[in-house]
């Protein structure tokens, strides 16, 4: 049988605030770069733990996906592979990537990309950029 429930393209959920803020992009993530290549995603309200009993140990947040379709030509694979491998060593510099995977490294320099910064420091647009220009490969 057919299901006759339609697709919603928006969704709104409560999320341990630390999640929420990589979720919105407040600090970067791959989390944040993936969701966001898909959602647009606003920050709805604050939730105190307070409001909630039994009282939990962290504050939360309630955010809303609304799906969109501007980067449908993106292939989620190639930014699976871009994303892992770049934010792997988080707090190191992109110029780590040199020893582990230097055929990269050299791709993101003549993309013009500064190797002295780190992964949470590029633009989630980047990202997008890099995984539309076969860099994974």
Do not use: C, W
Request: charged share 30%; glycine share 2%; no cysteine.
């Amino acid at each position: 049988p057919r299901s006759t429930r339609k697709e919603s393209s928006a969704a709104s959920d409560v999320y341990k605030r630390q999640v929420a803020e990589r979720i919105t992009g407040v600090s970067y993530s791959r989390l944040g770069i993936f969701i966001q290549a898909r959602y647009d995603v606003y920050k709805i309200i604050n939730v105190s733990r307070n409001d909630f009993s039994p009282k939990p140990k962290v504050e939360s947040q309630v955010i809303k996906l609304v799906a969109h379709n501007r980067l449908q030509n993106i292939d989620l694979k190639k930014l699976n592979i871009i994303t892992k491998i770049m934010f792997a060593n988080r707090r190191k510099k992109l110029s780590s990537l040199r020893k582990t995977h230097p055929d990269l490294a050299q791709k993101l320099l003549a993309y013009g990309i500064d190797l002295n910064l780190r992964a949470e420091e590029i633009a989630k647009e980047t990202y997008y950029q890099l995984a539309l220009e076969d860099l994974a490969d």
